[in-house]
Structures are given as structure tokens and as C-alpha cells.
């Protein structure tokens, strides 16, 4: 292969790695979506249409060992390139198996017999703040956050500008901090009042709780994602050594 050819090739393996993240933003999408709206036959498509992000993924892997054996025709900064490309794919993949997860959650949540399927816009403390509606209004905005932190990433990386991917990496904090947050007022459900309270307004309130914080850990984690990709940047353009935010439990 000669380097016009390797390089009409990377541009090929690009252009698919941008493809799958545009992929995995619909299907971030379509999860926000349900998590408002509990739309079944949307959440269902976004399960289903996980397969062609797990089938891409694997075509874009397959694609870079091909490429890889064609190293000796690349520049330095090409090889980088193949081999981060392995990395960001993955992180991709995990951000759209987050995204299925909510949607999975979401179908799986537990109402009340005879009562309607709907979230409870009654306060569960004192101060009328907390309720289970606001809680879910507050994983949908955590879930924006999220989401604008992926569409910067993803614009980062169709220019591998580092710049960007600097800015990406630092605001990752503003999500952490949102998700403390979310999280902190789902804990304070679960005793005192707030959980007496819940019981008695549905049986089924805590247990929705319960899978409420998994969805917050899934957006949580896709800024981490979003950070690795970030991280794959810098070592692309600048031959730096990444340090990557590992997954630490399969929730």
C-alpha cells in the first residue's frame, strides 16, 4: 500500500470513528428522551439500535490492525493516530451502552398497582423542593451537561484540536459537580421523612429511586468517557501519555 493509499485509509478510519460518535449522540439523545417522557417504543429502538453501535465499533477495529501493518508508511503522528483510535472507540462504545442502560432502567422501573405509571410532583421534605419529579428533571439536566460535554468532545476530535480537548478536559468538573448533587438529594430520600414520606405517596417511590441513581452514575461516567477521549487528542497531537478514567463496576 503506498502512503497516499495509507493515508486515504486513515482519513477512511476517521471518518468512522466520527460516524460511531454521531451514533452514540443520537442514541444519548433518544435516552434523554425517555427518561422525560418513558416513550416504550423509543426506548426499545434505542436497545435495538445499540447493535449498530457495538457492529461499527468492531468494524473500526478491525479496520486499524489492518491499517497497522502498514505502519512503516506513516508518520509518527499517523501511528498515534491507529493506535489511540483503538481507545477512543471503546470509550464511544461505553458512552452508547450508558445511554442503553438508561433506556433498559427506564423500562424497568416500578410503579405502584393501580395507581397511574406517572412521577410525583408531591414534595417528599419540608421545604417542598424534593420530589421524585424534580429528582428526574435534575437527572435530565445532569444529562444535558453530559451532553454538551460529548458534542464538544466529538468536535475536538473531527479537527484533533487540542485546545478543545484541554477546555473538555477541565470542564469535566462541571458535571462531577452536578451529579454530587443529583446524588446527594437521592440519598436524602432513602431516610427520615423524605422516605416516609415516599412510601406513603407510592410503595414502589424508592425502588425508582434506587434505579434513578444507576442513571446518574451512566451520565456521570460519560463525561469520564468524553475525558479519555480528550486525553487520546493531546497524545495524538503531542505525544503524551494518557492517563485513563477506568470503569469501576458494570451498573
Not at 202 to 225: C, G, P, V
Request: aromatic share 6%; net charge negative; hydrophobic share 45%.
Amino acid at each position: 500500500m503506498t502512503r497516499k493509499s495509507v493515508s486515504q485509509e486513515l482519513k477512511r478510519l476517521v471518518a468512522n470513528t466520527i460516524h460511531l460518535g454521531a451514533l452514540v449522540e443520537q442514541a444519548l439523545r433518544r435516552a434523554l428522551t425517555v427518561l422525560q417522557t418513558r416513550d416504550e417504543e423509543l426506548a426499545t429502538l434505542l436497545l435495538t439500535n445499540d447493535h449498530e453501535i457495538d457492529r461499527l465499533r468492531n468494524a473500526v477495529e478491525k479496520q486499524a490492525i489492518h491499517l497497522l501493518t502498514f505502519s512503516q508508511a506513516m508518520t509518527e503522528q499517523d501511528v498515534r493516530l491507529l493506535v489511540a483510535t483503538f481507545s477512543i472507540v471503546r470509550d464511544l462504545e461505553r458512552i452508547g451502552d450508558g445511554a442503553a442502560g438508561i433506556a433498559r432502567n427506564i423500562l424497568q422501573l416500578p410503579f405502584e398497582e393501580g395507581k397511574e405509571p406517572s412521577f410525583s410532583q408531591h414534595p417528599l421534605d419540608s421545604t417542598g423542593y424534593l420530589s421524585e419529579a424534580s429528582i428526574v428533571q435534575e437527572l435530565f439536566q445532569l444529562g444535558m451537561e453530559a451532553l454538551h460535554i460529548f458534542q464538544e468532545t466529538m468536535k475536538a476530535l473531527a479537527h484533533l484540536d487540542v485546545a478543545t480537548a484541554r477546555f473538555v478536559w477541565q470542564e469535566d468538573d462541571v458535571v462531577d459537580v452536578r451529579y454530587h448533587m443529583v446524588r446527594h438529594n437521592l440519598m436524602s430520600a432513602f431516610w427520615g421523612t423524605p422516605a416516609l414520606t415516599a412510601i406513603q405517596q407510592d410503595n414502589k417511590m424508592l425502588q425508582r429511586m434506587t434505579y434513578f441513581l444507576w442513571m446518574a452514575h451512566k451520565l456521570e461516567r460519560i463525561s469520564d468517557h468524553c475525558s479519555n477521549i480528550c486525553e487520546r487528542i493531546l497524545f495524538i497531537q503531542e505525544g503524551k501519555a494518557a492517563i485513563v478514567h477506568e470503569e469501576h463496576d458494570g451498573m
